[in-house]
């Protein structure tokens, strides 16, 4: 929970946002060696609570659940539910307000897996490739005779808040050190370039993503900060 005064500026609230994240980031990244799975052994088993936790409740994570949801994920074993845990993950929609809590389940997966990381970036990619299917299939059907129509048409089957769901989730990922740089900045860049650079004909579809990572991830990943925003900053500094 962020723990805000009331008589705090502007440049000190964007201090503490920034401060917080390089914590959370540095203790992600500063993992070297991960308890053996067998350390688990002692904890809860029972194939239905583990398999609820991991389907049930991960797909409808709510804010107000977080403390009861880290208890429980604190007793669960869930060692052999990992994948499960990244599918539904992966796969959910989330509330705005919700996918704060998706990523820090994802934080505690990852403290205790040392291979969550790898199967989180795969969900991801298998997400993002679904898209390049769908896109590289509309270039193809727009190449064949009669089909000129097409190139100003949105390809079909593109779930637009879905899209922007896990570009959300991606960025804070990265961010946190939860998934690589390099895997994570690798899809936002296929993201901004396929919506973007190859954006003939469909600007009216696609300029809600484009606008949407402006305002989204902007800030975190390229330094864009609001003007007003940082006109307060500056005025309160």
Same mark, same amino acid.
């Given at each position: 929970?962020?723990?805000?005064?009331?008589?705090?500026?502007?440049?000190?609230?964007?201090?503490?946002?920034?401060?917080?994240?390089?914590?959370?980031?540095?203790?992600?990244?500063?993992?070297?060696?991960?308890?053996?799975?067998?350390?688990?052994? =002692?904890?809860?088993?029972?194939? %239905?609570? #583990?398999?609820?936790?991991? /389907?049930?409740?991960? &797909?409808? +994570?709510?804010?107000?659940?977080?403390?009861?949801?880290?208890?429980?994920?604190?007793?669960?074993?869930?060692?052999?539910?990992?994948?499960?845990?990244?599918?539904?993950?992966?796969?959910?929609?989330?509330?705005?307000?919700?996918?704060?809590?998706?990523?820090?389940?994802?934080?505690?997966?990852?403290?205790?897996?040392?291979?969550?990381?790898?199967?989180?970036?795969?969900?991801?990619?298998?997400?993002?490739?679904?898209?390049?299917?769908?896109?590289?299939?509309? =270039?193809?059907?727009?190449?064949? %005779?009669? #089909?000129?129509?097409?190139? /100003?048409?949105?390809? &079909?089957? +593109?779930?637009?808040?879905?899209?922007?769901?896990?570009?959300?989730?991606?960025?804070?990922?990265?961010?946190?050190?939860?998934?690589?740089?390099?895997?994570?900045?690798?899809?936002?860049?296929?993201?901004?370039?396929?919506?973007?650079?190859?954006?003939?004909?469909?600007?009216?579809?696609?300029?809600?993503?484009?606008?949407?990572?402006?305002?989204?991830?902007?800030?975190?990943?390229?330094?864009?900060?609001?003007?007003?925003?940082?006109?307060?900053?500056?005025?309160?500094?």
């Amino acid at each position: 929970e962020e723990d805000f005064l009331a008589d705090e500026t502007p440049i000190d609230l964007y201090k503490k946002q920034l401060t917080k994240k390089r914590k959370r980031q540095t203790k992600n990244l500063g993992i070297e060696l991960w308890a053996p799975e067998s350390s688990f052994r =002692k904890l809860d088993t029972n194939i %239905k609570k #583990n398999t609820t936790f991991v /389907n049930a409740k991960l &797909e409808n +994570l709510r804010e107000n659940q977080r403390t009861s949801l880290e208890t429980e994920f604190k007793k669960l074993n869930l060692v052999r539910y990992k994948q499960e845990a990244v599918t539904t993950l992966t796969t959910s929609r989330y509330k705005t307000n919700d996918l704060p809590l998706a990523v820090y389940m994802c934080e505690l997966f990852h403290h205790r897996f040392e291979d969550f990381q790898e199967l989180l970036e795969g969900g991801f990619k298998s997400n993002f490739g679904k898209i390049r299917t769908i896109l590289n299939d509309h =270039k193809k059907l727009e190449k064949k %005779k009669g #089909n000129a129509e097409l190139i /100003n048409q949105c390809p &079909e089957g +593109l779930d637009f808040p879905k899209i922007k769901q896990d570009i959300k989730f991606v960025s804070e990922l990265t961010i946190l050190g939860l998934i690589s740089a390099k895997a994570g900045l690798g899809m936002l860049l296929y993201i901004l370039k396929e919506f973007c650079a190859e954006n003939e004909g469909k600007q009216k579809e696609y300029n809600d993503i484009v606008l949407f990572c402006c305002k989204s991830i902007g800030e975190d990943i390229f330094g864009l900060v609001p003007r007003d925003q940082k006109d307060d900053m500056v005025k309160s500094d």
